[in-house]
T-cell receptor, first 111, second 114 residues
Framework: GDSVTQMEGPVTLSEEAFLTINCTYT??????LFWYVQYPGEGLQLLLK?????DKGSNKGFEATYRKETTSFHLEKGSVQVSDSAVYFC??????????FGTGTRLKVLA | EAGVTQFPSHSVIEKGQTVTLRCDPI?????LYWYRRVMGKEIKFLLH????????ESGMPNNRFLAERTGGTYSTLKVQPAELEDSGVYFC????????????FGPGTRLTVL
């Protein structure tokens, strides 16, 4: 079945450091890919998405490119801030209503 | 526009007790979903409503879990009797339509079964 694998955390970075959170997937067909973020005490929020190969999703300085050849959707940000501290979830949907999530990666950014 | 709301935010109960979680979707969203994250693992799909009808409950763990959506508005998820392994965070989401449409998530209910 479909699945998402993302790097285990926690990831601890200093402010202004470069961030990469790896995400790879297994899916039949052509899934849509998402990154969701959960800030402390809040719900899951859509951070960015990509619906077809080579699409780049971007939001709030975060980017991820849908790479069909490597079945990946890695999340990157050039300069993280303390306010980016949160749990990040990679997810996919293969045209159905079910989201398949990864295990989540906790990011802690130190001032 | 109000987002998806869930109640309570936290619940601590003892094994064998009953707990009912509530979800209020975004107004006008016919599709409502329940997910669960257990012990820091991945968030897993539980079930999907379209209005008041269950479209898919393939992710429900067992018959101790009962979800309802009377009138097609808010939904409840009852766990009876609760077991230790039911502890986790229960998320509700809603969307205008199913398929590749974005699902909007609530803050979750953290359930602890002692």
């Amino acid at each position: 079945g479909d699945s998402v694998t993302q790097m285990e955390g926690p990831v601890t970075l200093s402010e202004e450091a470069f961030l990469t959170i790896n995400c790879t997937y297994t899916a039949t067909g052509y899934p849509s890919l998402f990154w969701y973020v959960q800030y402390p005490g809040e719900g899951l929020q859509l951070l960015l998405k990509a619906t077809k190969a080579d699409d780049k999703g971007s939001n709030k300085g975060f980017e991820a490119t849908y790479r069909k050849e490597t079945t990946s959707f890695h999340l990157e940000k050039g300069s993280v801030q303390v306010s980016d501290s949160a749990v990040y979830f990679c997810a996919l949907t293969s045209g159905t209503y079910k989201y398949i999530f990864g295990t989540g990666t906790r990011l802690k950014v130190l001032a | 526009e109000a987002g998806v709301t869930q109640f309570p935010s936290h619940s601590v109960i003892e094994k064998g007790q009953t707990v009912t979680l509530r979800c209020d979707p975004i107004s006008g969203h016919d599709n409502l979903y329940w997910y669960r994250r257990v012990m820091g693992k991945e968030i897993k799909f539980l079930l999907h409503f379209v209005k008041e009808s269950k479209q898919d409950e393939s992710g429900m763990p067992n018959n101790r879990f009962l979800a309802e959506r009377t009138g097609g508005t808010y939904s409840t998820l009852k766990v009876q009797p609760a077991e230790l392994e039911d502890s986790g965070v229960y998320f509700c989401a809603s969307s205008l339509a199913a398929g590749r449409n974005e699902q909007f998530f609530g803050p979750g209910t953290r359930l602890t079964v002692l």
